[in-house]
């Protein structure tokens, strides 16, 4: 498959979405998860993204989560973020779903993003839930505490066992029912809900475009595949339509 065939398709089809996943980032020198060197190895255990690694040790969590945002704190959009993000210019009803939590793709100035699973730049405090923004590194109290009424502040990110956004699930469900053509970009798609993303996409008859630089489980199903760098890959798309 061709970038131009994919370019092809994205300037007949209405109601494009983009799904990304870590891959996206990559390139910003942001490390994967499930790759070499990659974030459930180097920085913390995945066994700590959950609701009760946090019950059990918060200051283990909030270290693991101090360290990735120290690192996150020196990266910058890649042109993978920047031509996203330009997209949403381009197209209207153009939507960008991301399983990121590292904020690049809105640095990169995109507007209609979902984080689908959170953001690692807010905290939530653990008894009034209230949201706090807070781009500190290195956190100067670990674990933070609510301002107001001395809580714990737990990062607001959705852990493993914990649903994603009632209302993000809702909108991105109405939005993949009518989606002609889904791109699914940088990620092992083993993460569910979003690993179904694509499955809802093509059972409505949308075609679904997977850029990646290795195989996934996606790969089988998916209409278009491009293997490669995302940020090499999305403008060379960009530049063809
Ligand atoms: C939930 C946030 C239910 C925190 C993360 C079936 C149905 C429903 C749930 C489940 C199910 N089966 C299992 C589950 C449970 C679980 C799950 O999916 N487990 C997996 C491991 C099997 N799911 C959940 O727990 C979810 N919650 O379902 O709740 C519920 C309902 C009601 C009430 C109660 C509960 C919550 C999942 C969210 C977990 N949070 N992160 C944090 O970041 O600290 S997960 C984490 O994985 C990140 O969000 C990450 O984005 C996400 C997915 O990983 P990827 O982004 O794909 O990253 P990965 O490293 O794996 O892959 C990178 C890819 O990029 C690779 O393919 C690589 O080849 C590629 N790549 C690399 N460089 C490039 C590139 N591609 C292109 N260009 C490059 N340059």
Redesign the pocket.
Known sequence: MSTQQVADLLRQAKRILAVT????S??SGVP????AG??WGRFCA?DL?TPEAFARDPELVWRC?DE?RQDLALKSPNP?HTVLAGWEKRWPDFQLIT???DGLHQLAGSKRVIPV??N?WEMRCVDEGSIVIDRSVPLSTIPPRCSRCHALLR?N????????PAAAMATINKLLSRCQALLV????????????FPLIVKKNGGRVIE????A?PLTGLADYVLQ????E?LPEIDHAL
């Open positions: 996943g870590a891959g996206i990559s390139e994967t998860f499930r790759g990659g974030l995945e993204a989560y990735r993978g399983q990121t939590v699973h959170g690692i990062p990110v959705v852990w493993f066992g914990e649903p994603l970009i940088g990620t092992s798609a083993m993460v569910y809900p979003v690993a179904e850029i990646n630089t290795e996934t490669g760098r995302a940020g890959i």
